[in-house]
């Protein structure tokens, strides 16, 4: 799996949009880009993935490069309620190779009211 | 409603004991993972199995054991062989298919002395 690098912390003001960065620059054309966030003493919440093209989901947005080395996660109106650590991983490949999911130490965002 | 058990949340033991640390999940997943976190620190891999009655060491397997004879548990075995058993566990599921996300447990908390 490639590795993920990501600032290990980040503030954002309540209410406004909060833009997470993940460089993943080893990133191979089949891997998947994944985020996670995880609130203290609880397990990872799984938030959103893609490939190559942007997505969006109820929760966030993915924005991906097109060079695919780089990639941000949107929280669009933070809340007290998104301060957590939040992890981004690649993920994806042939021959079973896809199952060693590796986590960095991810970006403790806190939200400020 | 589906989902991934661990239990139990917290658990103590003197050093030199054997635990097992129970993971159920009625998800119909193939692929279980187990992670170690300690404090202010990322997910570390420990063991992870793609289907029954296989499993690979992750990172950090030494003084640790797992089975894997039913697809819905994955239990893991802290042995005393490891020299900082005190941490927190995480087990998740996947369906195998390589975008697929990891559904995670709420963790159990071991604490050895």
């Known amino acids: 799996d490639a590795k993920t690098t990501q600032p290990p912390s980040m503030d954002c003001a309540e209410g406004r949009a909060a833009n997470l960065p993940c460089n993943h620059s080893?990133?191979?054309?089949?891997?998947?880009v994944y985020w996670y966030r995880q609130i203290h003493s609880q397990g990872p919440q799984y938030i959103i993935h893609?490939?190559?093209n942007n997505e969006t989901n109820e929760m966030a947005s993915l924005i991906i490069t097109e060079d695919r080395k780089s990639s941000t996660l949107i929280l669009p109106h933070a809340t007290l309620r998104d301060t957590a650590v939040y992890y981004c991983?690649?993920?994806?490949?042939?021959?079973?190779?896809?199952?060693?999911?590796?986590f960095g130490t991810g970006t403790k965002l806190q939200v400020i009211p | 409603d589906g989902g991934i058990t661990q239990s139990p949340k917290y658990l103590f033991r003197k050093e030199g004991q054997n635990v097992t640390l129970s993971c159920e999940q009625n998800?119909?997943?193939?692929?279980m993972y187990w992670y170690r976190q300690d404090p202010g620190q990322g997910l570390r891999l420990i063991y992870y199995?793609?289907?029954?009655?296989?499993?690979q060491k992750g990172d950090i397997a030494e003084g640790y054991s797992v089975s894997r004879e039913k697809k819905e548990s994955f239990p893991l075995t802290v042995t005393s062989a490891q020299k900082n058993p005190t941490a927190f566990y995480l087990c998740?599921?996947?369906?195998?298919?390589?975008?697929?996300?990891?559904?995670f447990g709420n963790g159990t908390r071991l604490t050895v002395t």
């Open positions: 998740a599921s996947s369906s195998g298919q390589y975008n697929s996300p990891l559904h």
């Open positions: 080893t990133i191979s054309g089949n891997e998947y």
């Open positions: 893609g490939l190559k």
């Open positions: 991983i690649v993920r994806g490949g042939g021959s079973g190779g896809y199952q060693k999911v590796t």
């Open positions: 998800l119909n997943h193939d692929a």
């Open positions: 199995s793609q289907i029954v009655n296989d499993f």
